[in-house]
């Protein structure tokens, strides 16, 4: 199933390039996404659209942008509405060229080497140019991901071979490499050599923690000569959370690694553990089980890594509105983004024109998330039902995961599918009705229930899994299914999932 997280449309002229990466990158900055493959999406967008621009300027007046992704990683489609014309192909007279596509001044040979699969289409039904770009989703790293910094070739060559089996090795061999290598990758551990020219261990050190918003554990390493005892006192002043001397035989550097982070995560989970108690168990779901003639069921697995996901019930006279958020992150920033989120969506639902009509719920949402200081600092999904007296559903999503549509005999996802809130100012949001016959009920879920797995293959798992233990339960009553649901996930998972679950099943 695809989830559609950006869908804008632009006037075809100079400024659309900026216009789109600017949309893209709000998006991207909220993903789990390696920061080296956010900006292969970024430039190949950039390329794309300034390709229609500049050389399919007949009779075209707009191009649209949809982003989102699958189970296998990430999808862009762009379309625009001139004549026929492939920004791959066009006017060169070999393709398999190489030294033609580098110098094209339409940068094929750019597009085509960034992403894992560029296909063209002409859509002759509604007279537009599409282009389909896909990025599988960086699932190879081998355990904790970590840097070596040291101005030695051959000492950055031993170490790393000390350390592949075990980590997922970066180097670099200046303190700035080490800078770039950690804006365009997540890094997990710093290790780096004390003395180096120009930038320093302890220099590196001091600017990463001034200049980064998160604190990676950092280890140095260091010859007990005279000429770095100066620097070694310095390096425990300001903060080292080791330092080891040279030369250092393997078990030494896997132990260390390995006590760090084993630190690192500790501290990082106190932390986590205080916030909980004052915000994440405010956030736990509580709803009825019997809404009027609603059935409900209601789980969820918290990994104690983001808290961002939370369920608000509010019940009018003639109908019930539910809303299910995910706030993007995993760390205690989402945890306090989901509160505030809360409250502010708690707001929203009393207004009954709102709940009674949730895609102008979904757009009120946008409008602030877009709009207000602290919101825009973050991004988040969402859908909102609102459930009536006659069986029937209405359905809005704002880059949620889609609803399913359960019975005995299959699954169908609901098709209402809006952008992630506050991209792009004046989203319209269209909802879905469905009306439940016996036999069928509806299940709504955070993203964690699907992607709790170590690779796209296990996604792909673990997806058919759910959805066959969904289909065999559907003859159960709700809360049964759900706890036969959430029995295979915890089993599939071994009871440690990547992320947090909500998973919620209606019926009447």
Not at 370 to 397: M, P, R
Request: hydrophobic share 40%; net charge negative; aromatic share 8%.
């Amino acid at each position: 199933m695809e989830t559609m997280l950006l869908n804008t449309n632009l006037s075809a002229d100079n400024s659309a390039p900026k216009a789109m990466r600017t949309h893209l990158q709000k998006v991207l900055q909220s993903l789990n996404v390696p920061i080296s493959t956010c900006r292969k999406i970024e430039l190949i967008t950039s390329e794309i659209v300034t390709n229609i621009v500049k050389h399919n300027n007949m009779n075209h007046t707009n191009i649209s942008l949809k982003f989102g992704k699958f189970s296998k990683g990430y999808w862009l489609d762009i379309y625009d509405d001139g004549e026929m014309f492939n920004p791959l192909k066009a006017n060169l007279p070999d393709l398999d060229n190489t030294f033609l596509l580098l110098e094209s001044s339409r940068g094929l040979y750019l597009i085509q080497s960034q992403c894992e699969h560029v296909e063209y289409e002409y859509l002759n039904k509604i007279k537009n140019n599409k282009i389909r770009c896909t990025w599988q989703d960086d699932n190879v790293r081998v355990g904790p991901s970590l840097l070596l910094v040291d101005d030695s070739e051959l000492e950055l060559e031993i170490l790393k071979n000390l350390l592949t089996e075990q980590f997922t090795v970066f180097t670099a061999t200046n303190g700035l490499d080490a800078i770039t290598v950690i804006e365009n990758n997540s890094i997990d551990i710093i290790i780096s050599d004390l003395h180096m020219p120009t930038i320093n261990g302890v220099d590196l050190y001091v600017y990463l923690q001034k200049h980064l918003e998160k604190v990676i554990p950092f280890i140095f390493l260091t010859s007990d000569t005279n000429e770095t005892l100066g620097l070694l006192k310095d390096a425990y002043q300001v903060g080292a959370d080791d330092v080891l001397t040279k030369p250092i035989i393997q078990s030494s550097l896997t132990n260390a690694i390995t006590r760090v982070l084993k630190r690192n995560h500790q501290i990082k989970r106190r932390l986590s553990d205080k916030i909980d108690k004052t915000i994440s168990s405010s956030l736990l779901p509580d709803i009825p089980e019997r809404i009027k003639k609603w059935n409900v069921a209601v789980g969820y697995r918290n990994t104690g890594k983001g808290g961002g996901d939370f369920l608000l019930h509010n019940a009018a006279l003639y109908n019930d509105t539910i809303a299910l958020v995910d706030i993007m992150g995993h760390d205690e920033s989402a945890k306090f983004f989901s509160f505030s989120y809360a409250g502010y969506l708690r707001g929203l639902m009393f207004n009954n024109d709102l709940c009674e009509h949730p895609e102008k719920l979904l757009t009120a949402l946008s409008d602030m998330a877009l709009t207000d200081k602290l919101f825009s600092s973050t991004n988040l999904t969402c859908c909102v039902l609102n459930l009536n007296l006659d069986s029937e559903i209405q359905y809005a999503s704002a880059g949620h995961p889609p609803a399913l549509l359960i019975n005995s005999d299959g699954i169908r996802p609901l098709t209402a599918n809006g952008i992630l809130p506050g991209i792009i100012a004046d989203t319209a949001y269209t909802s879905e009705t469905v009306k439940l016959k016996a036999g069928e009920r509806l299940a709504i879920y955070t993203d964690g229930l699907f992607d709790s797995a170590e690779d796209a293959a296990g996604r792909d798992a673990l997806k058919l899994l759910i959805e066959e233990t969904l289909i065999a339960t559907a003859t159960l009553d709700v809360q049964s299914a759900l706890d036969k649901t959430l029995h295979v996930f915890d089993q599939f998972t071994f009871e440690r999932p990547k992320d947090d679950v909500v998973l919620c099943l209606i019926d009447t």
